[in-house]
């Protein structure tokens, strides 16, 4: 499967830039609106998802590999687990919220405030987002080796180990 | 009573994965489950004519920094909305793992069906 | 007014449940399950958790999309009739014993509307709802708890979903390494 027809093509192209935004635009207001890095995380793997299904896997593949999409997905998972140790060094304890009203003036109700919440939001936007892209790659990937004949290998290989 | 309702749903949701034999009927009756038990933890959370807990600014007093009683007296519980907010996120990469086995079993043996697996093993 | 709109969207997922759960063909019931999702959306956005509903209905259109993946195109997809009989009727009446056992728990509930911690004084949502500005700075109460005071449990959530995707991708390669180097050797 090439991708769809031109009129999917078109409209995707021109609406996956305003997904991938409101992803961001969640991830960095949620410590103030609804939202936050689950939510935006989603949102951001599905602009990518709605690429990989109107315009086929290689365009995909050509714009965020594999191999860097798990490194991502690595590198949220680290950041988060970093502000964690940071808060250990620099407040005392696991977790604590070492940047609010210690090392950064701010007020409530700014875009910076929260002292180190929107720091965790955007390391958990970052590993749901790619970790989910993650997933449905593999099925994807897993589904053209299906149609390329795979299947029949795949029931043959299992006839031989019945045998076996 | 939406508890009742709730308990309903749940129980439809843990009678599909016991009795059905097709591998999707099963993984569809377990998100059933957990669509319900999300739904009762956030519905024991609910004031009546509550507000979302999220703080406007005109409830916040800047130089005391007081919150406003109207919204301490108004606002909804906000904890379990965080266990929800994780547990929604769990239960999709759930699904995800569920349905790669379902997908692998099928390209093994041909089949959903439970039964035909085990007599295929046996 | 809302609890009215409460009871509809429940009725609906109920029927919608009722009818992913006894359809014959697959895609039908995955299209319910569906349904069951974005009611619940709705209804999370009826008990004031905008949080909730955002993240309910992103998720639900990606689940969609794994589930289609999972069941088009396949050829067996209509299965029908239970399980054996001894096994079927063993389940069912474990389920009996279940609804019992719920409906005595039914008269330990809090009335509809009105949470735990409204009638017991000084509980953690109280602190979490009264101090949560000053102590964190995040005018979005369900953020600084779940990123502030509980921590931890969004810690333990980022290495279920790190291990869920490292075992669906290791069971979704088609070939194993081993074979893999045979075949380019």
């Known amino acids: 499967m090439k991708g769809m027809t031109v009129v999917v093509k078109t409209v995707s192209s021109w609406v996956k830039v305003l997904i991938f935004l409101f992803g961001i635009y969640i991830i960095l207001f949620g410590h103030l609106t609804p939202g936050g890095g689950f939510a935006g995380g989603v949102i951001l793997a599905s602009s990518y998802v709605l690429l990989m299904l109107a315009f086929g896997r290689d365009l995909v593949e050509a714009n965020l590999p594999l191999p860097v999409a798990s490194k991502l997905d690595c590198l949220g998972a680290f950041l988060f687990a970093m502000i964690g140790v940071l808060g250990l060094v620099f407040g005392g304890v696991f977790f604590v919220n070492f940047l609010y009203q210690k090392y950064v003036p701010q007020e409530p109700f700014d875009l910076v405030s929260g002292g180190a919440i929107p720091l965790s939001n955007m390391a958990i936007g970052l590993k749901v987002g790619a970790s989910l892209f993650l997933v449905i790659f593999a099925l994807t990937v897993f589904r053209y080796d299906f149609q390329d004949g795979g299947r029949k290998t795949a029931v043959a290989d299992g006839a031989e180990q019945q045998k076996e | ?122 | 007014m809302a609890l009215f709109y409460i009871y509809i969207l429940l009725l609906f997922m109920v029927i919608a449940a009722i009818i992913a759960v006894e359809t014959k063909d697959l895609l039908s019931a995955v299209i319910c399950v569906g349904a069951i999702g974005f009611g619940g959306s709705l209804m999370f956005l009826f008990l004031r958790a905008p949080d909730i509903a955002i993240t309910q209905i992103v998720v639900e259109v990606l689940g969609l999309i794994i589930l289609i993946r999972a069941t088009i195109a396949r050829d067996l997809t209509f299965i029908t009739g239970d399980r054996e009989f001894f096994g079927t009727v063993v389940s069912v009446v474990i389920l009996l014993v279940i609804v019992v056992a719920g409906i005595r728990v039914f008269n330990t509930m809090p009335e509809f509307g009105v949470p735990v911690f409204a009638r017991i004084p000084e509980t953690a949502s109280q602190v979490y709802i009264s101090r949560g500005l000053a102590d964190t700075g995040a005018t979005n109460v369900v953020t600084s708890v779940y990123l502030d005071y509980r921590a931890y449990d969004t810690l333990g959530e980022a290495t279920v979903l790190f291990t869920a995707v490292i075992g669906a991708t290791a069971i979704l390669r088609s070939k194993s390494r081993k074979r893999l180097e045979e075949s380019e050797a």
């Not at chain 2, 007081?66 to 699904?95: H, K």
């Not at chain 2, 035909?116 to 046996?122: A, K, N, Q, S």
């Open chain 2, 1 to 122: 009573m939406p508890y009742a309702l709730c308990f309903l749903l749940f129980m439809i949701g843990l009678y599909c994965a016991v009795v059905k034999k097709n591998m999707v009927k099963i993984v569809l009756g377990i998100m059933i489950m957990e669509y319900a038990v999300n739904l009762f933890l956030i519905m024991l959370g609910y004031l009546s004519g509550g507000v979302a807990p999220i703080i406007n600014r005109a409830d916040y007093d800047g130089q005391t920094q007081a919150i406003a009683a109207q919204f301490l007296n108004a606002s909804v519980d906000p904890l379990p909305q965080a266990l929800v907010l994780t547990s929604i996120v769990i239960s999709l990469g759930s699904l995800a793992l569920m349905i790669s086995i379902c997908i692998r079993t099928y390209a093994k043996y041909g089949t959903f069906d439970i039964t035909e697996i085990r007599r295929l093993r046996g």
